[in-house]
């Protein structure tokens, strides 16, 4: 049983740029949230997606976007790159469906920004 | 606004040693509390949930305690191994949406 699986693992980008990053969920999972955690912090969420539509939202700015596909796998992409963007980017699935669950997350994509 | 804090930041003990680590958030109103174990540059893994209608959960040598009311959990490690080196952080869910609030997490070291 495949758990969550991010890709890619490293991406260095240059300020200004655009990024997106991708997510698989678990097997049998159908809700999908992103967290941002910089160097010795704890996860941030930013948002989170369930039947193909944002849900909930952290405190981050619009150049912060996502889309989840009907197989339940999504994407997060960053607009204007900026280095304060440097972080470990983690996804986490779940699934309303069962009810009380702990979540699943993967191994993050770790973006730099030069 | 919901605030989490972790106590000791770092924590270095020498293998065996019983150990406790703190966690504690400013608004009671939880729907649970998750325990997360994070290795160097991986991601998290899950180890304990706590419901907020229970007081503790327990999985081998691991025990994580929950008092609501005065907004504190503890995870309870018991005969450290140096394989329990490890960053662990603890986060709340503040609703039924799987949003989690994080601590910083305490880095930990057990030495040989």
Known sequence: DAGVTQSPTHLIKTRGQQVTLRCSPKSGHDTVSWYQQALGQGPQFIFQYYEEEERQRGNFPDRFSGHQFPNYSSELNVNALLLGDSALYLCASSTKVQGLQPQHFGDGTRLSIL | ?112
Request: with cysteine; charged share 15%.
């Open chain 2, 1 to 112: 606004k919901q605030e989490v804090t972790q106590i000791p930041a770092a924590l270095s003990v020498p293998e065996g040693e019983n150990l406790v680590l703190n966690c504690s958030f400013t608004d009671s109103a939880i729907y649970n509390l998750q325990w997360f174990r994070q290795d160097p540059g991986k991601g998290l893994t899950s180890l304990l949930l706590i419901q907020s209608s229970q007081r503790e959960q327990t999985s081998g040598r691991l025990n994580a305690s929950l008092d609501k009311s005065s907004g504190r959990s503890t995870l309870y490690i018991a005969a450290s191994q140096p394989g329990d080196s490890a960053t662990y952080l603890c986060a709340v869910q503040t609703d039924s949406s799987y949003k989690l609030i994080f601590g910083s997490g305490t880095r930990l070291l057990v030495r040989p």
